[in-house]
């Protein structure tokens, strides 16, 4: 059973930090491409960073580049996300999504239920 879970949000002041991680489970983790996608309140969905299957090549929206890291350990079969610097309109429920190609480009064939970051003084 695929399964993508995430984990690590909560509450945090603005121009502090959060690290997010997705375990990964019933699928090949290192083959496939993965990204993380947020949706604000009352907002669609919006892409943030993806990562090709082998960690090579990464990529970042211009709203979180030099504050996101997202990186990936194929051993632990897990994605994270590190923010720094966080501001309030990062307050979002964050999505792990997976891609069977070694590209992080959707359409992805897994997501997972998400975590609630909520940036605020």
């Known amino acids: 059973q695929v399964q993508l879970a995430e984990s690590g949000g909560g509450l945090a002041q603005p121009g502090g930090s959060l690290r997010l991680s997705c375990a990964a489970s019933g699928f090949t983790f290192s083959r496939y491409g993965m990204s993380w996608a947020r949706q604000a309140p009352g907002k669609g969905l919006e892409w943030v960073s993806g990562i090709y299957s082998d960690g090579s090549v990464k990529y970042d929206a211009d709203s979180v580049k030099g504050r996101f890291t997202i990186s990936r350990d194929n051993a632990k079969n897990t994605l994270y996300l590190e923010m720094n610097s966080l501001k309030p309109e990062d307050t979002a429920v964050y999505y792990c999504?997976?891609?069977?190609?070694?590209?992080?480009?959707?359409?992805?064939?897994?997501w997972g239920q998400g975590t609630q970051v909520t940036v605020s003084s």
């Open positions: 999504a997976a891609v069977s190609a070694p590209l992080c480009q959707g359409p992805y064939d897994y």
